[in-house]
């Protein structure tokens, strides 16, 4: 079946490192991507996708390609701030047909340090 | 507009009880998907409704069903509970499924302790 594998965390950095955390998926066909952010206390919000091989989501600073023959969608951000410490969640969802069931990665705790 | 909102936000039960969490989507969304989050097996796919009738289905045992009602609202219960079903509950909603990107909202969660 489909599957999602993220680096173990924690992973602690100090402002202005650079991060990567990386994402690999095994998936039939052609599966969108996404990179979800938790914040202690909340739910999921959605932080970039990308839908076909070779896009590249970005949002707030944080970039990820899709990389089919590598089948890999690595998280990076060229200088983390102390307000992006949360839970990172790589997930794959299958194109095509009615099933819009999110498969997850365990998530990676990120913790930046002032 | 208004995000998903979930009720209770919290929720303290005993073994054997049952337990029924409740879902808003965002106005205009049909389709509702719920999540379990636990620490040990992260985030895992319940079930999926979309105009009342239950599409898609994760593997949990039959003591979880859901139904969807016709204002797009929707409620999961858990029957018989059991010390591992606490969990954070996640409900996530998103538009018609005919459009090509569908993206899920997710709401804030329901956690359930069971003791």
């Known amino acids: 079946g489909d599957s999602v594998t993220q680096m173990e965390g924690p992973v602690t950095l100090s402002e202005e490192a650079f991060l990567t955390i990386n994402c690999t998926y095994t998936a039939t066909g052609y599966p969108s991507l996404f990179w979800y952010v938790q914040y202690p206390g909340e739910g999921l919000q959605l932080l970039l996708k990308a839908t076909k091989a070779d896009d590249k989501g970005s949002n707030k600073g944080f970039e990820a390609t899709y990389r089919k023959e590598t089948t890999s969608f690595h998280l990076e951000k060229g200088s983390v701030q102390v307000s992006d410490s949360a839970v990172y969640f790589c997930?794959?969802?299958?194109?095509?047909?009615?099933?819009?069931?999110?498969?997850f990665g365990k998530g990676t705790l990120l913790t930046v340090n002032p | 507009k208004a995000g998903v909102t979930q009720t209770p936000r919290y929720l303290i039960k005993t073994r054997g009880q049952q337990v029924t969490l409740s879902c808003s989507p965002i106005?205009?969304?049909?389709?509702v998907s719920w999540y379990q989050q636990t620490p040990g097996q992260g985030l895992q796919f319940l079930f999926e409704y979309f105009s009342e009738t239950q599409r898609n289905k994760g593997n949990f045992p039959g003591r979880f069903s859901g139904r969807q009602f016709s204002n797009s609202r929707s409620e999961m219960n858990v029957s018989t509970l059991e010390l591992g079903d606490s969990a954070l509950y996640l409900c996530a909603s998103s538009l018609d499924p005919g459009t090509l990107y569908n993206e899920q909202f997710f709401g804030p969660g329901t956690r359930l302790t069971v003791l």
């Open positions: 997930a794959l969802r299958k194109s095509g047909g009615s099933n819009y069931k999110l498969t």
């Open positions: 106005s205009g969304h049909r389709s």
